[in-house]
């Protein structure tokens, strides 16, 4: 997708970084114009990411895509990071667009990006998407967050060897089989040259989770208190962040509807993007009834 270009482009401050921003789509935005939806990045991904998957939505609306502190095109510096401060970055990026509000998906790390926007910035808000993602921490992520931070501070040869053992985990069965082992081997590897000299940013981006838990009791508030129409569209095989864990969410926010994808790992816009999509599209226009069975 390399013949894919912005409508427009640009870079704001954020704190002692600077982020890249996109936007794609007719150019009509603002308070007259289309509606927008905000594709926001996992942890190991960047704008680019979503060219593939644009086609789908911009027959309707217009679409948001920035780099976290870290990632793709913004900046790299090796500091710490917050997810209030991304959430500011958000609202920034919304003022620079001309703005009022969005429409969020947030898939895996963009998930707690979403869910700080709406607890600072719920006015900014149309609707939210989150998949895969979790507000409370279970023994088991905090374990598996622990032993990802040592992959990422160990060697090249260690970082390399945690790449296949991440592989294995995030896809459902479906997916693997699909795709083969052989077609799965080339999306590692790209995921480990990209990443391979750029560690220190998945350890900062890692290391914002922490502030982010432990802050989740004092915050319930705010979280409650964002009645943003919200779907949590888990895959029904996600071994990452399981999906009981992620129907938690749905007690928490005041209008939350909790749904699966069958047969689906940790990223299912990727296993399936047409039913992924398909839901993302119908959210964002009000259609709020649960789908029929496939």
Same mark, same amino acid.
């Given at each position: 997708?390399?013949?894919?270009?912005?409508?427009?482009?640009?870079?704001?401050?954020?704190?002692?970084?600077?982020? @890249?921003?996109?936007?794609?789509?007719?150019?009509?935005?603002?308070? %007259?114009?289309?509606?927008? &939806?905000?594709?926001?990045?996992?942890?190991?991904?960047?704008?680019?990411?979503?060219?593939?998957?644009?086609?789908?939505?911009?027959?309707?609306?217009?679409?948001?895509? $920035?780099?976290?502190?870290?990632?793709?095109?913004?900046?790299?510096? !090796?500091? *710490?990071?917050?997810?209030?401060?991304?959430?500011?970055?958000?609202?920034? #990026?919304? !003022?620079?667009?001309?703005?009022?509000?969005? @429409?969020?998906?947030?898939?895996?790390?963009?998930?707690?990006?979403?869910?700080?926007?709406?607890?600072?910035?719920?006015?900014? +808000?149309?609707?939210?998407?989150?998949?895969? #993602? +979790?507000?409370?921490?279970?023994?088991?992520?905090?374990?598996?967050?622990?032993?990802?931070?040592?992959?990422?501070?160990?060697?090249?040869?260690?970082?390399?060897?945690?790449?296949?053992?991440?592989?294995?985990? =995030?896809?459902?069965?479906?997916?693997?089989?699909?795709?083969?082992?052989?077609?799965?081997?080339?999306?590692?590897?790209?995921?480990?040259?990209?990443?391979?000299?750029?560690? @220190?940013?998945? &350890?900062?981006?890692?290391?914002?989770?922490?502030?982010?838990?432990?802050?989740?009791?004092?915050?319930?508030?705010?979280?409650?208190?964002?009645?943003?129409?919200?779907? &949590?569209?888990?895959?029904?095989? %996600?071994?990452? =962040?399981?999906?009981?864990?992620?129907?938690? #969410?749905?007690?928490? +926010?005041?209008?939350?509807?909790?749904?699966? =994808?069958?047969?689906?790992?940790?990223?299912?816009? +990727?296993?399936?993007?047409?039913?992924?999509?398909?839901?993302?599209?119908? $959210?964002?226009?009000?259609?709020?009834?649960?789908?029929? *069975?496939?």
């Amino acid at each position: 997708m390399s013949d894919v270009e912005p409508i427009r482009s640009g870079r704001l401050p954020l704190g002692r970084q600077e982020i @890249h921003w996109e936007e794609h789509g007719s150019g009509e935005g603002g308070a %007259d114009g289309r509606e927008a &939806i905000c594709l926001l990045n996992g942890l190991a991904v960047d704008t680019r990411t979503w060219y593939g998957f644009l086609d789908r939505l911009l027959d309707r609306y217009d679409v948001l895509l $920035w780099d976290y502190p870290g990632q793709g095109r913004s900046t790299r510096h !090796d500091l *710490p990071l917050t997810f209030p401060e991304l959430a500011d970055g958000m609202a920034a #990026i919304l !003022d620079a667009t001309g703005r009022e509000r969005v @429409h969020l998906m947030g898939i895996s790390y963009g998930g707690f990006v979403a869910l700080e926007t709406a607890r600072l910035h719920r006015d900014r +808000l149309h609707t939210m998407v989150l998949s895969g #993602i +979790l507000l409370f921490p279970d023994e088991l992520f905090e374990m598996y967050e622990e032993l990802s931070l040592r992959f990422y501070r160990g060697s090249r040869e260690v970082f390399e060897l945690y790449t296949h053992y991440m592989y294995e985990k =995030i896809f459902g069965e479906a997916f693997v089989r699909r795709l083969g082992r052989d077609g799965l081997e080339p999306m590692r590897q790209r995921f480990a040259d990209r990443w391979a000299d750029h560690r @220190h940013s998945l &350890i900062r981006l890692t290391e914002a989770q922490d502030p982010f838990f432990a802050a989740v009791e004092p915050n319930l508030p705010g979280y409650r208190a964002a009645d943003v129409p919200t779907l &949590i569209l888990a895959g029904a095989h %996600d071994r990452t =962040i399981p999906p009981w864990t992620q129907r938690k #969410i749905a007690t928490v +926010l005041p209008d939350c509807r909790y749904e699966e =994808i069958p047969g689906c790992g940790h990223v299912a816009y +990727l296993e399936a993007p047409e039913a992924f999509f398909g839901r993302v599209r119908e $959210w964002a226009a009000g259609n709020h009834a649960t789908p029929a *069975p496939p």
